[in-house]
């Protein structure tokens, strides 16, 4: 919910202990039947819910790194959240109003991907009709969110690690060397050390990536969040399609807490 820094300012503690018991007031609410859920209307105040050990030290990690510009990896299987964990780190850092900046980089191949990355100058390629600035250059001083980092290619990988290192990139078709001043966040399902050990993933950017590490849990491993997650979506899920849903009933929710979740939260979020 929230997390005090040392030393402890009273005033500010029992704000943090009021907030803290609001929430779970509104998480606990129980249905008609006793067992069930009756989800309030009104929007959350975060998109990362849950009251589990591994959320609880998942926040605080958030809360610790948000205060640096440390580069963040996520690991964690798909639907987990992994992209709500780095905008959750940029809306509490100080740059908040700076841009956040998402680049999925398993879904483009390796030459557009370094374009959407570092952008390109007029007449670089074919197609290129217009000078563009990339991605990174977009960030500015926010944060740049690497998804499915692990399907880089070794090409991509070296760029990157340049990125990393002196912070410097080069637009495609450019001569120019450009300076970043963004916050990295970067994200993958994938065992980056079992890539490192077979070839496919450089050691030098795995330690390069790998300053703080959270580890999403699947949802499987924190099934007493399902009811707060129920209702979080739910109110979300209302407001988009127009619907009152108010009441899960505990059947409903016993049988929703015990199902496997393959795709986690996302999945239920589907369901």
């Known amino acids: 919910v929230d997390y005090v820094t040392k030393p402890i300012d009273l005033d500010e503690l029992e704000e943090a202990i009021d ?36 959320m609880q030290e998942a926040f605080k990690t958030i809360g610790m790194v948000s ?28 740059e908040a109003a700076d841009p956040f900046v998402a680049v999925n980089c398993g879904a483009l191949v390796e030459t557009l991907l370094e374009s959407e990355m570092f952008g390109h100058q007029r007449g670089a390629f074919t197609g290129a009709v217009a000078t563009r600035r990339g991605k990174v250059a977009l960030a500015g001083d926010g944060t740049l969110f690497l998804d499915e980092i692990g399907e880089l290619s070794p090409g991509m990988q070296g760029k990157l690690l340049r990125l990393l290192e002196a912070r410097e990139f080069s637009p495609v078709g450019s001569t120019k060397t450009l300076i970043s ?48 997650l129920v209702a ?28 496997p979740w393959p795709g986690n939260v996302r999945q239920l979020e589907n369901v």
């Open 67 to 94: 205060q640096s510009r440390v580069t963040v990896l996520l690991l964690g299987d798909s639907g987990t959240g992994k992209e709500l964990v780095a905008r959750a780190i940029h809306r509490a850092s100080a």
């Open 19 to 54: 907030k803290a018991l609001d929430a779970q007031a509104q998480a606990g609410d129980s249905g008609p039947d006793g067992g069930g859920l009756v989800v309030e209307s009104g929007a959350a105040a975060s998109e990362l819910v849950g009251h589990s050990r591994p």
């Open 181 to 228: 001043n963004a916050r990295f966040v970067a994200a993958t399902n994938a065992d980056l050390e079992a890539r490192v050990a077979d070839g496919s993933f450089r050691e030098d950017l795995f330690y390069r990536l790998n300053v703080v590490t959270i580890a999403l849990p699947a949802l499987r491993q924190r099934r007493e969040d399902v009811p707060a």
């Open 232 to 259: 979080h979506l739910l109110r979300r899920i209302n407001r988009d399609i127009h619907r009152g849903i108010r009441h899960v009933s505990a059947d409903a929710m016993e049988a929703l807490a015990a199902a």
